[in-house]
Each structure stands twice: as C-alpha cells, then as structure tokens.
C-alpha cells in the first residue's frame, strides 16, 4: 500500500548537498515527490511511495545526514497519487 511522508527537517540541512542527495536517493528507490529549501532555515520533504520503500528511503536521509539533523517532523497520511517523478522544488 502506498503511503506520504510529508517531513520538517531541521539543523544544519541547508547548503550541505540535503535536497540533491535525497533526490539522488529517491530516484534509486523510485520515490515520487519534491524537496525544498525554507526560509526558515528548514527543509521540506513530501515522498510517496510503498511504505516499506517510503520507510528506507528516510532511513537512508537520515543516516546520510545524521551529522546535521536535529530533528525530523513527520506527518504519515495515505499516498495521493498526484506526484511524478522527485524533484527540486524552488
């Protein structure tokens, strides 16, 4: 069954390779969604995908950003079905 993630990265997340690297994951996993930047300091992710994949595929964020993140805000809900391909968002 697939499932969204819809999640606030926060810490040291911006200007360290964070939405390339997701997006480069995402595409491995074939993830659909976007990442973006927020002027808070933030960053905004909203994935859908199997929730199994949905669920390695934050691990795997996580793991590669462990360093700079000081927290993850998740919001599950069921998958839309609205998004095609992951993407950069601006």
Known sequence: MEKRAHVYYSGRVQ???F???AVSIASN???KGWVKNLPDGR???LAEAEES???DFLEKVKG???GYLRDAE???GPAAGDLSGFN???
């Open 29 to 31: 996993l074939k993830v």
């Open 88 to 90: 950069i968002e601006f």
């Open 15 to 17: 200007g360290v390779g």
């Open 53 to 55: 994949i949905l669920k």
């Open 43 to 45: 960053v905004e992710l």
């Open 19 to 21: 939405r390339f690297t």
């Open 74 to 76: 998740i919001e599950w």
């Open 64 to 66: 590669y950003f462990s």
